[in-house]
């Protein structure tokens, strides 16, 4: 499963540079590049929940499966439009990619977490499993999250964005393969419709405070997070007076960073997850006011490294922290919730950072977007945490829908 996760992941940044760079081509225009996008993450973040809680509800076999090969027949037509370019067919086939894709993440999520307390004995923590199947998909997710666009890029300059777009294709036939014997039905909602399957998970959201609080801390994070974006170019051609390559060099020293985190949460064990949510927000909020107060293109690298270190460090405690907050028979619905979540505030984060761009300088945005992450670091010390049988205290306690 962790196999089939980071291959999939490193065939959505093929997709997503190659289509990028395609649509670009053909109308020159950024607002078409950006309603790609929006069709990819916006658009489907209103529906994954409802997608997942139709999945778990129902029982046939192979659900897992069946999205990862919606995602490939998707951007497989994606490929063919290209050749006859009309984007309103590719933005919707694009929203039906992205769907799959958010619920397959969320449902594989879910699935890896109870595999891993499946293979816990009467003796072992079951907290302690999750934990550590987190830490290795942490490390696949930023492996990929560093290779990815450089692979993609390439790929994608040198022999055209439609193979780009067709080894996305085979990932997700690859995965979808590999997956052939998930099966995420859950037992409990035989019978449910999805709309019961939704409140019973919204009730659980609102009866616990520390769950709450994590899904908005996490995305007001994002929004400050993802200001960086548009940013980073002024700042390292206007500010820096770096150019491509002093661009290139943040790039891959945030990337760097990155990686390193995914091996300090790694190897940090059960500690605290608190301490690990508040301090890699911390760290991102660190990064990016470095950059603001950077002197020199070598300050800035150094302060990239902190950033990205934050980055790795920050995303698997969250995912670790909800798992603990909830039941196991309603993570994939609160997980599909933190996906949508996580792909809604990106977009409000893009326009943040532009609009600080545009208002100010690179270095005022900076401190802007890195006070803010700074300061969100105190809302993730209001996460508390029962044990297993007080998370499933909670949720049956609540009255039937």
């Not at 934990?131 to 696949?140: E, G, L, R, T, Y």
């Not at 508390?384 to 049988?389: K, Q």
Request: some cysteine; charged content about 10%; hydrophobic content about 55%.
């Amino acid at each position: 499963m962790v196999l089939a996760y980071g291959v999939n992941r490193l065939g959505t940044w093929f997709g997503t540079i190659a289509l990028s760079l395609a649509v670009f081509d053909h109308t020159h225009s950024a607002l078409d590049v950006a309603a790609v996008l929006i069709a990819a993450q916006v658009v489907p973040a209103f529906v994954v929940p409802a997608v997942i809680a139709r999945v778990e509800a129902s029982r046939g076999r192979h659900e897992l499966s069946a999205l990862l090969y919606v995602e490939a027949v998707a951007i497989g037509a994606v490929a063919v439009l290209l050749s006859h370019f009309w984007l309103p067919g590719i933005l919707l086939l694009v929203a039906v990619d992205g769907t799959a894709a958010l619920a397959a993440n969320a449902l594989l999520r879910t699935e890896l977490a109870a595999a891993a307390k499946r293979e816990v004995d009467d003796l072992g923590d079951p907290n302690a499993a999750e934990q550590q199947v987190n830490a290795v998909v942490n490390v696949a997710f930023s492996i990929t999250f560093v290779a990815g666009p450089i692979l993609a890029g390439v790929t994608a300059a040198a022999a055209g964005a439609v193979v780009a777009l067709l080894i996305d294709v085979a990932t997700f036939l690859i995965c979808g393969t590999l997956l052939l014997d998930l099966h995420p039905h859950v037992e409990e909602a035989g019978g449910e419709s999805v709309a019961k399957r939704l409140r019973a998970a919204w009730r659980h959201v609102r009866s616990v405070p520390s769950l709450r609080a994590l899904l908005i801390a996490q995305g007001v994070g994002l929004i400050f997070f993802e200001s960086a974006v548009p940013i980073e170019v002024a700042y390292a051609k206007r500010t820096l007076l770096s150019g491509d390559r002093g661009y290139g060099l943040l790039v891959t020293c945030w990337g760097v960073g990155v990686v390193l985190g995914s091996v300090i949460f790694a190897r940090a064990g059960t500690r605290s997850l608190t301490a690990m949510l508040a301090g890699g927000t911390l760290a991102i909020g660190a990064g990016y006011l470095g950059f603001a107060a950077a002197p020199s293109l070598t300050v800035a690298a150094g302060a990239a490294v902190v950033g990205g270190i934050g980055n790795g460090v920050q995303y698997a405690p969250v995912i670790s922290s909800l798992q603990r907050l909830t039941p196991p028979e309603l993570h994939g619905r609160v997980m599909g919730l933190l996906e949508s979540i996580s792909a809604v505030a990106p977009a409000l984060g893009l326009a943040l950072g532009g609009a600080l761009v545009a208002a100010g300088s690179p270095r005022l945005a900076f401190a802007v977007v890195g006070a803010g992450a700074a300061a969100t670091s105190l809302a993730f010390t209001r996460v508390r945490f029962h044990d297993g049988g007080a998370a499933q205290g909670l949720a049956t306690a609540e009255p039937a829908p």
